[in-house]
């Protein structure tokens, strides 16, 4: 699996080409490809946000000593 800043990357590139491609057929497929790229790294962000917030309560309870002892 890829990261999101590499993902946002290929979306870049697409668009560079888009902008090159004189085939309207042409550039409204690097268009789409840039949108999928771009979808698929907010996917991968939200993934990646969603994992780290489901370890967020384990591990505060390992960092915060328990004062009832």
């Known amino acids: 699996m890829g990261t999101p800043a590499k993902y946002r990357e290929h979306a ?5 080409l888009a902008l090159r491609m004189s085939a309207p ?7 789409s490809a ?3 790229w771009r979808s698929l790294a907010d996917r ?13 309560p384990a591990w505060r309870f390992w960092i915060w000593p328990n004062r009832a002892a």
Request: a positive charge; glycine letters at 4%; one cysteine or more.
């Open 34 to 36: 840039a949108e999928r």
């Open 44 to 56: 991968e962000e939200r993934r990646r946000a969603s994992a780290a917030g489901a370890l967020a």
């Open 25 to 31: 057929e042409d550039k409204a497929r690097l268009l």
């Open 12 to 16: 870049a590139d697409c668009l560079k």
